[in-house]
């Protein structure tokens, strides 16, 4: 029988390997293309980008602001709109430094994991172009075959992202401390919380906040894109 992993790799999304916000950019797709109203809905994303990257934005006002664009249309319409969205997007904001640094992971035989407060609606096929077997996002509610515009269970954002990231490694019968290696890649004071649980913490592409802190606790530093 194949030993499990004995190294697992962990890496958020937005900032980390893409040069954008897939949320953010989701609502900008959708302003262009004339499905949601600019005057409703841009300046409410900046603010709640702003607020993000300060660590200032609430879990259920964060994603449920971005769920709220998949309510009131039917799924068939929502997933031809993704696929336009991936391309014009998406596409372009994965740089091939993010690409290598994924693959080199794969290629040495970890366990490897994207986890991101993104929905797994736009987070799924962005890891699967990314080449992740393993994705952890927030879960959007689906009641009768539509979004509802609200989560179901835990936001997978700051502390929860470790309470998640239990839930899954339990589902396969391991725990974090079971790695010989465990490593998180995250350019968000958002998941310092979970940067310290690992340990092989790297910064990238990091905001102010978790700059001072990876100089101050000397973790490693990338700069992708």
């Known amino acids: ?20 916000d897939c949320d953010e950019a989701w609502v900008e797709f959708l302003i262009e293309q004339g499905v949601v109203e600019r005057t409703t809905f841009e300046a409410g994303n ?19 602001f971005y769920l709220s664009t998949l309510a009131s249309h039917p799924v068939e319409r ?9 391309r014009a997007k998406i596409l372009p904001a994965i740089p091939i430094d993010s690409r290598r640094l994924v693959a080199q992971h794969v290629d040495e035989g ?7 407060a993104a929905s797994r609606f736009l987070a799924g096929p962005i890891g699967e172009e990314l080449g992740f077997e393993h994705v952890i996002a927030t879960e959007p509610e689906i009641r009768d075959g ?4 609200k989560v179901a269970g835990i936001p997978n954002m700051r502390e929860r992202k470790i309470e998640r990231l239990e839930t899954w490694l339990a589902a396969r019968e391991r725990r974090l401390e079971d790695f010989r290696q465990s490593w ?20 990238v592409n990091p905001d102010p906040t978790l700059a001072a802190l990876a100089a101050g606790k000397r973790w490693p530093v990338l700069q992708i894109g």
Do not use: Q
């Open 1 to 20: 029988m194949k030993a499990p992993p004995a190294v697992l790799a962990l890496f958020d999304l937005d900032h980390t390997l893409l040069t954008i």
């Open 46 to 64: 900046r603010t709640i980008g702003e607020k993000y990257r300060r660590g200032e934005v609430g879990l259920l006002e964060f994603t449920e």
């Open 78 to 86: 929502l997933e031809s709109w993704r696929e336009a969205y991936l």
């Open 110 to 116: 970890h366990l490897c994991v994207m986890t991101t």
């Open 146 to 149: 539509r979004f509802t515009g």
């Open 184 to 203: 998180f890649y995250s350019d968000s004071r958002n998941d310092i919380p979970l940067l310290s649980k690992v340990t092989h913490p790297v910064a």
